[in-house]
């Protein structure tokens, strides 16, 4: 129900876009959380966005990804895009959409359940 892509090797100081497509699942109801898994860690949330019709505030971002990072949605589309600027090393990860009806600052802190998940689209920083 939910795609995720984009992913690729990007040198430090690169960018990368990756976008979530959702096909038969509604996703303008739902929130939009993007994840990361780094080798040998623990899955973590770096970035939520409400529904549009939401009033519990818009975009969500993990410390770690602040300033860097922009996600956004396309409801017309059924997407929800990562902005990735500024890459480093640590950002490597596989990358995972998902989403979830609960607050994006439960996703962003890690303590929500997501009701679907997109499979991972890997992201390499390296030069």
């Known amino acids: 129900q939910l795609q995720a892509s984009g992913g690729g090797l990007v040198p430090p100081g690169g960018s990368l876009r990756l976008s979530c497509a959702a096909s038969s699942l509604l996703m303008e109801y739902y929130k939009v959380g993007w994840f990361r898994q780094a080798p040998g860690r623990a899955r973590e949330a770096v970035a939520c966005?409400?529904?549009?019709?939401?009033?519990?505030?818009?975009?969500f971002y993990a410390d770690s990804v602040k300033g860097r990072f922009t996600i956004s949605r396309n409801d017309g589309n059924r997407t929800a895009d990562l902005q990735m600027n500024s890459l480093k090393s640590e950002d490597t990860a596989v990358y995972y959409c998902a989403v979830t009806f609960n607050w994006c600052g439960e996703v962003v802190r890690g303590s929500s359940k997501m009701d679907y998940w997109g499979q991972g689209t890997l992201v390499t920083v390296s030069s």
């Open positions: 966005i409400s529904s549009s019709d939401s009033n519990d505030g818009n975009t």
